[in-house]
């Protein structure tokens, strides 16, 4: 078995990582019977494939699924989702409680090996997403002008996701199940607009040509949109040589050197205008004057329309959105998360009828500083701390903005911090930690355990590394899992949020 080698007709068994697949070869050559297989790619269990090795190794093989030989019986084309599986779509085929078997049983595998340290786990049933489809409140779409980098198919026009795992592949669609009714009509009218237009369609390769990037952002509780039309405008300076090269391959394209470019961007803001009064949702609509020559969709902005934030609401908190706010992409999901969240606070003997006093709660890795903004009312402290200074400018406007006083918001590594937290033997009643996916940096993990707190909640994006972490807070600690608690935030994809309480006996 060597590398490049071609395997067909592999039957796929599970998911073993949140990203591979796991397959048994079954072969007549007793040295490879029964090998193991990972297989990377968007395939389903049940189903036959032929892969490419990747690498062979003495137990083990891992490879790329190359192509699909049968289709699983799991997989079912999604009624509302003609377009197959792709980025943030990669499960769209599989029925959405066969989506959560998997994403369940994989947070149970991951957390399996916990039991030699504590034999009594046991993973809570997993909460489903309150919506299904149309969940995003943000999406981003790029302009593109080739099907595949590859193939190099010249198409002139095509919209997809912002890059995903095949950033060289692009389809084009008019609507997607991922957003809502009214932001696919907003995409679809701007999508055409832009077509309609003798402008060309950013190049991602030459790096010039015009159309970028859009954006759009829905509040669902208040059902408010903001719009970001990315464009690079500096093309406009040029358009006299570049047309006539562009010219060239579309006969269809009208000669733009007739036109001034100021009465170009007139007519674009024109339109936008006009768009954000034919739809009452739309509060905000920004152009992005984007030249930067990395794939980013905002750049200088300009507010052409309405007000510069949207707002939206979570549990009794409101929040504005500007067009560079973090904020959880699933804004039903993020409800229910952070309900269970304090619910396992609340079940906490040490919180009287629901009278909760913490002293202080610690939160560590803030990002839209949401989770800490919902204990604020239950704690004399919340003390929050996020890399990411946008993030923390973000966090304050809007703990402002619903009276919050008693958070302080800490711009630093979490591992710098806790460094100086223990120095000064602070103590912290709750701590949530709630990190990225490579889980807690290696200097900040032992910290944790350095001070006091009565309970800890681990919000988690990557049941391997929360596996890695509960592993060695188990080995070095007395605190136990009390309860483990999948969430899940991302239909259709094969992202999981693992929600764990650890207390001390
Ligand atoms: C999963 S998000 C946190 C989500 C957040 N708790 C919420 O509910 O919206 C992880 C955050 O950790 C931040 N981060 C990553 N590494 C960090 C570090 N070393 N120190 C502090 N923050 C970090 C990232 O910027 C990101 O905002």
């Given at each position: 078995?060597?590398?490049?080698?071609?395997?067909?007709?592999?039957?796929?068994?599970?998911?073993?990582?949140?990203?591979?697949?796991?397959?048994?070869?079954?072969?007549?050559?007793?040295?490879?019977?029964?090998?193991?297989?990972?297989?990377?790619?968007?395939?389903?269990?049940?189903?036959?494939?032929?892969?490419?090795?990747?690498?062979?190794?003495?137990?083990?093989?891992?490879?790329?699924?190359?192509?699909?030989?049968?289709?699983?019986?799991?997989?079912?084309?999604?009624?509302?989702?003609?377009?197959?599986?792709?980025?943030?779509?990669?499960?769209?085929?599989?029925?959405?409680?066969?989506?959560?078997?998997?994403?369940?049983?994989?947070?149970?595998?991951?957390?399996?090996?916990?039991?030699?340290?504590?034999?009594?786990?046991?993973?809570?049933?997993?909460?489903?997403?309150?919506?299904?489809?149309?969940?995003?409140?943000?999406?981003?779409?790029?302009?593109?002008?080739?099907?595949?980098?590859?193939?190099?198919?010249?198409?002139?026009?095509?919209?997809?996701?912002?890059?995903?795992?095949?950033?060289?592949?692009?389809?084009?669609?008019?609507?997607?199940?991922?957003?809502?009714?009214?932001?696919?009509?907003?995409?679809?009218?701007?999508?055409?607009?832009?077509?309609?237009?003798?402008?060309?369609?950013?190049?991602?390769?030459?790096q010039k040509w015009f159309f970028r990037h859009i954006v759009i952002r829905q509040a669902f509780f208040t059902n408010q949109i903001m719009v970001i039309f990315s464009i690079n405008h500096k093309y406009l300076d040029v358009i006299p040589a570049e047309a006539g090269i562009y010219k060239k391959g579309n006969d269809n394209l009208i000669d733009p050197r007739v036109e001034h470019k100021d009465n170009i961007m007139e007519k674009i803001k024109a339109f936008l205008?006009?768009?954000?009064?034919?739809?009452?949702?739309?509060?905000?609509?920004?152009?992005?004057?984007?030249?930067?020559?990395?794939?980013t969709s905002i750049w200088e902005l300009e507010l052409i329309y309405g007000n510069e934030f949207i707002e939206e609401k979570l549990l009794w908190l409101t929040f504005n959105i500007s067009p560079k706010s973090f904020f959880q992409t699933n804004s039903y999901g993020a409800e229910k998360l952070y309900n269970e969240v304090l619910n396992l606070v609340n079940s906490e003997q040490w919180i009287v009828n629901n009278d909760w006093n913490l002293w202080t709660v610690?939160?560590?890795?803030?990002?839209?500083?949401?989770?800490?903004?919902?204990?604020?009312?239950?704690?004399?402290?919340?003390?929050?701390?996020?890399?990411?200074?946008?993030?923390?400018?973000?966090?304050?406007?809007?703990?402002?903005?619903?009276?919050?006083?008693?958070?302080?918001?800490?711009?630093?590594?979490?591992?710098?911090?806790?460094?100086?937290?223990?120095?000064?033997?602070?103590?912290?009643?709750?701590?949530?930690?709630?990190?990225?996916?490579?889980?807690?940096?290696?200097?900040?993990?032992?910290?944790?355990?350095?001070?006091?707190?009565?309970?800890?909640?681990?919000?988690?994006?990557?049941?391997?590394?929360?596996?890695?972490?509960?592993?060695?807070?188990?080995?070095?600690?007395?605190?136990?899992?009390?309860?483990?608690?999948?969430?899940?935030?991302?239909?259709?994809?094969?992202?999981?949020?693992?929600?764990?309480?650890?207390?001390?006996?």
């Amino acid at each position: 078995m060597k590398k490049n080698e071609i395997i067909k007709n592999v039957v796929v068994e599970k998911l073993v990582f949140w990203w591979k697949w796991f397959a048994r070869l079954k072969s007549d050559n007793k040295d490879i019977d029964w090998k193991a297989i990972f297989i990377s790619g968007w395939v389903v269990p049940g189903s036959v494939v032929n892969i490419r090795i990747l690498k062979s190794r003495k137990d083990y093989i891992e490879a790329q699924s190359q192509e699909l030989v049968k289709k699983s019986p799991l997989e079912k084309e999604h009624p509302n989702n003609p377009f197959g599986m792709q980025a943030w779509l990669a499960r769209a085929n599989i029925p959405y409680d066969e989506q959560l078997k998997i994403k369940a049983w994989q947070v149970e595998e991951s957390i399996f090996h916990l039991k030699k340290f504590q034999n009594d786990l046991v993973v809570s049933p997993i909460v489903p997403s309150p919506i299904i489809d149309w969940y995003r409140n943000k999406i981003e779409f790029s302009f593109w002008k080739y099907i595949s980098a590859k193939e190099w198919k010249n198409e002139h026009f095509n919209l997809w996701f912002h890059k995903q795992w095949e950033f060289s592949k692009i389809q084009d669609f008019d609507w997607t199940i991922l957003i809502s009714e009214v932001a696919n009509k907003i995409f679809k009218e701007i999508k055409d607009f832009a077509k309609a237009s003798w402008l060309p369609v950013y190049d991602q390769f030459d790096q010039k040509w015009f159309f970028r990037h859009i954006v759009i952002r829905q509040a669902f509780f208040t059902n408010q949109i903001m719009v970001i039309f990315s464009i690079n405008h500096k093309y406009l300076d040029v358009i006299p040589a570049e047309a006539g090269i562009y010219k060239k391959g579309n006969d269809n394209l009208i000669d733009p050197r007739v036109e001034h470019k100021d009465n170009i961007m007139e007519k674009i803001k024109a339109f936008l205008n006009k768009l954000a009064l034919k739809y009452s949702e739309i509060k905000s609509i920004y152009l992005s004057l984007n030249d930067n020559r990395s794939d980013t969709s905002i750049w200088e902005l300009e507010l052409i329309y309405g007000n510069e934030f949207i707002e939206e609401k979570l549990l009794w908190l409101t929040f504005n959105i500007s067009p560079k706010s973090f904020f959880q992409t699933n804004s039903y999901g993020a409800e229910k998360l952070y309900n269970e969240v304090l619910n396992l606070v609340n079940s906490e003997q040490w919180i009287v009828n629901n009278d909760w006093n913490l002293w202080t709660v610690l939160d560590l890795y803030g990002w839209t500083w949401t989770i800490g903004m919902v204990f604020a009312p239950h704690s004399k402290k919340v003390i929050s701390v996020e890399l990411v200074t946008d993030a923390s400018k973000d966090g304050e406007a809007n703990a402002n903005k619903n009276g919050i006083k008693n958070m302080e918001f800490i711009n630093a590594k979490v591992e710098d911090f806790l460094d100086d937290y223990i120095k000064k033997w602070e103590k912290a009643e709750l701590l949530i930690i709630d990190p990225p996916r490579t889980g807690m940096h290696p200097d900040a993990l032992p910290n944790i355990l350095k001070f006091w707190t009565k309970q800890i909640i681990y919000v988690s994006c990557n049941p391997a590394t929360l596996s890695r972490d509960l592993s060695f807070i188990l080995q070095n600690s007395d605190y136990k899992i009390e309860k483990i608690i999948p969430v899940d935030m991302f239909p259709h994809t094969s992202h999981i949020e693992t929600i764990v309480s650890l207390t001390k006996s």
